[in-house]
């Protein structure tokens, strides 16, 4: 029971770290890259942006003045798993937001603003959903349309961010608008990227009759496990098994030739895995 509990505080230590690394991250990205430039990047920051130029407020009393309610709203519509793990990073965010306010901009370009500032941000939210946490903002706005509409969650996202991109072109301008545009997007691929990592994974699918045969040479020659799946062949109506393997991007030229030399009639599928985690691969533990 103590060894349980012991894990359990070492869990909420660990997520803290990760809310607290990656709001630092958001942060100094924010007030060195895209508000001095009036890059408006989507999510509560580029909210604050518009307010900050058009009424001179506090981008973090403004984030937190848009945290604050919505997770109130979150908590009763949503229930209090989804607002609970928006809260910690609800209250972090704004307070790196406003103990690096007055750090120098990094750049003048806009350009380099947009991409830069928005790959920090992208990293930072990237480290905290690591921690599964949030930082609540425009992605509770985002839950809760897609709770009563039939928007997909990623539609609900990208509507929430169009209209503020929208209204950064209305403030500003088109240029600016679409700077902040360019924003969204490297800000999303870049949480991807964190999630993800950069040892991309291959799935094939391999159709053969000479199955057993392909099965028995993967795994003496690429040492990678295989998964034989029932299927049926459309025209033949025959039972026809197929064989999945899962490969490092490294190994999928030796998986390919090491088909084609046992069978070189086979039909192999080849599609990108964004993450794989077990024997041989990414291993959480």
Known sequence: ??????????????????????????????????????????????????????????????????????????????????AFRSLSGSLILPFFVYLTRNIDAFVQDPLLAALFGSLGVGVGLGIVFLGDASTGGTALLAQLINKYTNLSLGASIAVVDGMIVLTAIVVFDIELGLYALIGVYMTSKSIDLVQTGFNKTKTTLIISNEYLDVQEAIYTRVDRGVTRLSAQGGFTDKERPVLMCVVNSSELGVLKRTIKEVDPEAFVIVTDSAEVVGRGFYDPA
Do not use: C, D
Request: hydrophobic share 50%; no cysteine; glycine share 12%.
């Open 1 to 82: 029971m103590v060894g349980q509990k012991r894990k359990t505080h070492l869990s909420r230590i660990e997520q803290m770290l990760y809310i607290i690394v990656g709001s630092a991250i958001v942060a100094v990205a924010y007030n060195g890259f895209l508000l001095p430039n009036y890059v408006a990047a989507g999510g509560a920051s580029g909210i604050s942006t518009i307010t900050e130029a058009l009424f001179g407020l506090e981008p973090a009393y403004v984030i937190w003045g848009l945290n604050i309610p919505l997770l109130f709203v979150a908590y009763y519509l949503l229930g209090k798993g989804s």
